[in-house]
């Protein structure tokens, strides 16, 4: 495993990322300089919704949670964002402010990186400019098909949507799918109570034949689980289309 804590390899790790494609190494440099390796515990909040936005960060192992709290204490999940994943730097066009709190979901490492150095950069660099914009907009259209999934899937359908964005959908046969954070976080980030969710599972098994142990999840086929869960939906692959820009 790649030492991450070195800045030899964050300056690495920042300059393989696709969206600072083109960037100059002295943008790179600037980064590095001023870059911070932490290692999370689970439950580790990183910053809250609202706070003043100095730093970004690159997700290099683990799961982070991105919500927002309602009035009522209950956290609403945005996200859930795995390794190569940046987040918190959508604040530079938020008037510095983050739009929502970042926690650790499992035990992680990141890359905590200024926004003044990348804000600086978004001045004078217009290609960039235009690649983050273009990556917001990718992200508001997988969060419009959720919308979609939430309005017209059932919460078995859900949860079998969930799943095959674990997977490699091209694969064949007998598929092993294991849950990456724990059931109540996957209820969570799909609208659902904890209980609503165990009541969901049960129905998914029993309309697709799926094995469930734990938290592993084992299948004779995708096509089990896709001709059930994407019924309703408006495009040929959704479950494909979300699983670039989110864990779920």
Known sequence: ???????????????????????EDSFFQNLTNQSQFLPLKKNQILFLHEESATRFFIIKRGWI???????DGTQAVIDILTTGHIFGETAIFDK??????????????????PLSVLKSELETNSKLALKMLSEMAQHRKIQDKELEHRT?????????????????????????IHLPY?????????????????????????????????????????????NYSCAACSSEFPCRDLKSGTAG
């Open 1 to 23: 495993m790649i030492k991450t804590n070195t800045k030899s390899d964050i300056f690495q790790t920042i300059k393989d990322l696709d969206l600072f494609k083109g960037c």
């Open 65 to 71: 949670k991105l919500f927002r709290e309602t009035f």
């Open 96 to 113: 510095d402010i983050y739009p929502y709190s970042a926690e650790a979901a499992e035990p992680a490492e990141v890359i905590s990186l």
């Open 152 to 176: 017209i899937q059932n919460a078995s359908q859900r949860i079998g949507c969930f799943l095959l964005r674990l997977t490699n959908q091209e694969a064949s046969g007998n598929v092993t």
């Open 182 to 226: 724990d059931k109540t976080l996957v209820a969570s980030r799909l609208g659902m109570q904890p209980e609503t969710f165990s009541r969901a599972l049960k129905k998914l098994k029993a309309e697709t034949g799926i094995e469930i142990k734990g938290a592993t999840i084992f299948l004779e086929s995708l096509s089990q689980l896709s």
